[in-house]
């Protein structure tokens, strides 16, 4: 199966599927993160190859600045540094791509509603980031597509620093190779490998119609309206 193929067909499926597939394959919350990686606002699903960055706790004292212009060129220079992960991700190698970012849990907003478009601009599936987002208000009315282990109005500026770009990180206690398959839903975040990712599916897919078939039942019975996650197969 082609990178393509693979990820049109994942998408079908609910992490719930995905992980029931893992357990069956005997790899019971391997992929898992940590129940703290929640969505910014409900509703927000996307998979991906996850595009690793690495941040590092911002170490030693910051400067003092006593005026307007000197605190300008300090929060540049300190966001050039931040913020060089950046320019790796354009429009030509976007498609498909989920960004996760392993900054050790740190408070600091790295994302926020001016690097949520720009992502949004170059392509980006969406982000996933063991740290902070601010900006919550604007970023949701955005749409943009951000899952994180914190919410705060605090900047990276001094509590983060620049680091590596595509090498095996940890996530919200998984461990992350790029190119792994980024799963997010309302329910939390799933990594699959990708060498497992083809048989995952096979699982996953009598997990789902079983679910389909059960639950228009239930619909029926109750004279209720069927939502439209039950045509999710054939999609
Ligand atoms: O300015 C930053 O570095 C983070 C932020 O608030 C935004 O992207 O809107
Ligand atoms: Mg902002």
């Given at each position: 199966?082609?990178?393509?193929?693979?990820?049109?067909?994942?998408?079908?499926?609910?992490c719930?599927?995905?992980?029931?597939?893992?357990?069956?394959?005997?790899?019971?919350?391997?992929?898992?993160?940590?129940?703290?990686?929640?969505?910014?606002?409900?509703?927000?699903?996307?998979?991906?190859?996850?595009?690793?960055?690495?941040?590092?706790?911002?170490?030693?004292?910051?400067?003092?600045?006593k005026?307007?212009?000197?605190?300008?060129?300090?929060?540049?220079?300190?966001?050039?540094?931040?913020?060089?992960?950046?320019?790796?991700?354009?429009?030509?190698?976007?498609?498909?791509?989920?960004?996760?970012?392993?900054?050790?849990?740190?408070?600091?907003?790295?994302?926020?509603?001016?690097?949520?478009?720009?992502?949004?601009?170059?392509?980006?599936?969406?982000?996933?980031?063991?740290?902070g987002?601010?900006?919550?208000?604007?970023t949701?009315?955005?749409?943009?597509?951000?899952?994180?282990?914190?919410?705060?109005?605090?900047?990276?500026?001094?509590?983060?620093?620049?680091?590596?770009?595509?090498?095996?990180?940890?996530?919200?206690?998984?461990?992350?190779?790029?190119g792994?398959?980024?799963?997010?839903?309302?329910?939390?975040?799933?990594?699959?490998?990708?060498?497992?990712?083809?048989?995952?599916?096979?699982?996953?897919?009598?997990?789902?119609?079983?679910d389909?078939?059960?639950?228009?039942?239930?619909?029926?019975?109750?004279?209720?309206?069927?939502d439209?996650?039950?045509?999710?197969?054939?999609?």
């Amino acid at each position: 199966m082609t990178n393509e193929e693979l990820i049109k067909e994942l998408r079908k499926y609910r992490c719930a599927d995905l992980s029931d597939a893992m357990d069956a394959l005997g790899l019971v919350d391997v992929g898992t993160m940590d129940e703290r990686m929640r969505p910014l606002r409900p509703g927000i699903e996307f998979k991906g190859f996850a595009h690793t960055v690495k941040l590092y706790p911002k170490q030693g004292k910051v400067k003092e600045c006593k005026t307007v212009e000197e605190w300008k060129e300090e929060l540049s220079r300190e966001c050039n540094n931040i913020y060089s992960f950046v320019d790796t991700i354009t429009e030509e190698n976007s498609k498909d791509m989920v960004v996760v970012i392993d900054m050790d849990g740190i408070r600091g907003g790295l994302w926020g509603s001016e690097i949520a478009m720009n992502m949004m601009r170059r392509g980006i599936e969406g982000v996933v980031i063991d740290g902070g987002c601010r900006d919550s208000y604007e970023t949701n009315l955005e749409n943009a597509p951000v899952f994180c282990t914190r919410r705060t109005f605090t900047h990276s500026y001094g509590r983060v620093q620049g680091g590596t770009v595509g090498e095996v990180i940890n996530c919200a206690g998984v461990t992350v190779k790029p190119g792994d398959v980024i799963c997010a839903d309302d329910d939390g975040v799933l990594v699959i490998p990708r060498e497992v990712a083809e048989d995952v599916i096979k699982f996953a897919k009598l997990q789902l119609e079983e679910d389909i078939k059960t639950r228009s039942d239930h619909y029926k019975a109750l004279g209720f309206k069927p939502d439209e996650t039950l045509e999710r197969l054939s999609k």
